[in-house]
């Protein structure tokens, strides 16, 4: 088995060089979705952060409220925090999970969009960093997205450097190009991490 770290900042295409991974085969867990099913009604996730923040971040229906939750979070580090020692150990623990159910020669691609900025890179056999020059990223986000530039921008910021996820990569795919050129970085990529999985 080969445990791949996937990571790139916000517009640079982590997701489509997740989606065309898993068409070649690989097992693709997605640390997003995950953060979202461990907080579902009824989970002992949900119940922790409610809790922690109480009742009104849920909607009426007992749903958690991501917009709420996100506005109080977002405006305070401290807060932020709490939310990530609730979320991250269970995201973790599903993570690791899955990724023992998986066939003793497969590729599993944890799709991680903080995986920089949460110092996980030793977690995996190689990280590989989806690039793409802000300019291209700002644009993305506005024209493809519908953000507006300044909530783009802070959202930019927000991550980490575009050096420091290059730092910590194994494997840089760079994706300022044609879909046609990802395309191709992507299956190069596959054939080397299938052929050391094999091995």
């Given at each position: 088995?080969?445990?791949?770290?996937?990571?790139g900042?916000?517009?640079a295409g982590?997701?489509e060089?997740?989606?065309l991974?898993?068409?070649?085969g690989?097992?693709?867990?997605?640390?997003?979705?995950?953060?979202?099913e461990?907080?579902?009604?009824?989970?002992?996730?949900?119940?922790?952060?409610v809790?922690?923040?109480?009742?009104?971040?849920?909607?009426p229906?007992g749903?958690?409220d991501?917009?709420r939750?996100?506005?109080?979070v977002?405006?305070?580090?401290?807060?932020l925090?709490a939310?990530?020692a609730?979320?991250?150990?269970?995201?973790?623990?599903?993570?690791?999970?899955?990724?023992?159910?998986?066939?003793a020669?497969?590729?599993?691609v944890?799709?991680?969009p903080?995986?920089t900025?949460?110092?996980l890179a030793?977690?995996?056999?190689?990280?590989?960093?989806?690039?793409?020059a802000?300019?291209t990223?700002?644009?993305?986000l506005?024209?493809l997205?519908?953000?507006d530039?300044?909530?783009?921008r802070?959202?930019?910021?927000?991550?980490?450097?575009?050096?420091?996820?290059?730092?910590?990569?194994?494997?840089v795919?760079?994706?300022?190009?044609?879909?046609?050129?990802?395309?191709?970085?992507?299956?190069?990529?596959?054939?080397?991490?299938?052929r050391?999985?094999a091995?």
């Amino acid at each position: 088995m080969v445990s791949v770290g996937l990571t790139g900042g916000i517009g640079a295409g982590k997701s489509e060089v997740s989606r065309l991974l898993e068409s070649y085969g690989a097992v693709v867990i997605d640390a997003d979705k995950i953060a979202r099913e461990v907080v579902e009604p009824g989970t002992p996730g949900l119940a922790a952060v409610v809790e922690s923040f109480g009742a009104g971040v849920l909607t009426p229906e007992g749903v958690l409220d991501r917009a709420r939750l996100g506005s109080i979070v977002f405006a305070d580090p401290e807060r932020l925090a709490a939310l990530n020692a609730i979320v991250h150990p269970l995201v973790g623990e599903r993570s690791r999970e899955l990724e023992r159910s998986a066939a003793a020669d497969a590729v599993v691609v944890h799709d991680v969009p903080l995986l920089t900025e949460n110092g996980l890179a030793p977690r995996y056999d190689l990280v590989i960093v989806v690039d793409a020059a802000p300019e291209t990223q700002l644009e993305r986000l506005v024209e493809l997205r519908g953000m507006d530039e300044s909530e783009a921008r802070a959202r930019m910021a927000a991550q980490a450097t575009r050096e420091q996820r290059r730092a910590i990569a194994d494997v840089v795919i760079d994706n300022d190009g044609s879909r046609e050129q990802l395309a191709a970085q992507v299956e190069s990529v596959w054939a080397e991490l299938a052929r050391r999985a094999a091995g």
